[in-house]
């Protein structure tokens, strides 16, 4: 396998290549058939980026914010590991001075790596604004489900809230963004599991 750094700026190209083609379309509840057509960008761990190329990571948000008229991008989801080391201010900065490159909103759910390993979250919390383990939020006619890193899964108590807050919106589409579904070997991560059974 070739270095990690080339593997995951590879990644993000590929992330990045996707938006030729992406559409999210539905019909809603209400039985109204017309469409709404756009973009979305899925970003991950691009840590990497934090610690050895912050020039790349300007030029990943000032690409996307050059194409985001054509392409009709209405959120880029990072789904963690912004930086390497939970703690590491430099890092952060090269995130945050990344984001300040578009005006695109940026949906952010953590990772291992922002937050030693699901125990510190004030850098991720102070860098991304987010404050809750998880959380809903309506996005064009969409959900967007999002759940931070957690070592094992969530208790019932937290997918029944979730539940309850997506019941909230009248949208029938809903995206799950987390940092830790599958293993390497293709199985369900404990959280993944609970996912599909949860929500």
Same mark, same amino acid.
């Given at each position: 396998?070739?270095?990690?750094?080339? @593997?995951?700026?590879?990644?993000?190209?590929?992330?990045?290549?996707?938006?030729?083609? /992406?559409?999210?379309?539905?019909?809603?509840?209400?039985? &109204?058939?017309?469409?709404?057509? !756009?973009?979305?960008?899925?970003?991950?761990?691009?840590?990497?980026?934090?610690?050895?190329? /912050?020039?790349?990571? &300007?030029?990943?948000?000032? !690409?996307?914010?050059?194409?985001?008229?054509?392409?009709?991008?209405?959120?880029?989801?990072?789904?963690?590991?912004?930086?390497?080391?939970?703690?590491?201010?430099?890092?952060?900065?090269?995130?945050?001075? %990344?984001?300040?490159?578009?005006?695109? /909103?940026?949906? %952010?759910?953590?990772?291992?790596?922002?937050? %030693?390993?699901?125990?510190?979250?004030?850098?991720?919390?102070?860098?991304?604004?987010?404050?809750? +383990?998880?959380?809903?939020?309506?996005? &064009?006619?969409? &959900?967007?489900?999002?759940?931070? @890193?957690?070592?094992?899964?969530?208790?019932?108590?937290?997918?029944?809230?979730?539940?309850?807050?997506?019941?909230?919106? +009248? *949208?029938?589409?809903?995206?799950? %963004?987390? *940092?830790?579904?599958?293993? /390497?070997?293709?199985?369900?991560?404990?959280?993944?599991?609970?996912?599909?059974?949860?929500?």
């Amino acid at each position: 396998m070739g270095d990690r750094r080339d @593997y995951n700026i590879l990644a993000i190209i590929f992330f990045l290549l996707l938006l030729a083609h /992406p559409t999210i379309s539905d019909v809603s509840k209400e039985g &109204n058939n017309s469409l709404s057509v !756009y973009s979305l960008v899925h970003l991950s761990d691009t840590q990497n980026l934090a610690s050895f190329h /912050p020039e790349v990571y &300007n030029h990943t948000f000032s !690409y996307l914010e050059s194409i985001k008229e054509v392409q009709n991008i209405s959120a880029i989801i990072i789904t963690g590991d912004f930086v390497n080391t939970y703690d590491n201010e430099t890092e952060w900065n090269a995130y945050r001075n %990344a984001i300040n490159k578009t005006s695109i /909103p940026v949906y %952010a759910t953590a990772g291992n790596h922002d937050t %030693a390993y699901g125990l510190v979250y004030s850098f991720f919390s102070q860098y991304t604004g987010n404050t809750k +383990p998880y959380s809903v939020t309506s996005i &064009n006619d969409f &959900n967007l489900v999002s759940i931070d @890193y957690s070592i094992l899964s969530l208790a019932s108590h937290e997918f029944q809230s979730l539940r309850e807050k997506m019941d909230q919106y +009248p *949208h029938s589409f809903t995206l799950i %963004a987390t *940092h830790h579904y599958m293993e /390497p070997d293709g199985s369900l991560f404990l959280l993944g599991e609970d996912i599909d059974k949860e929500l």
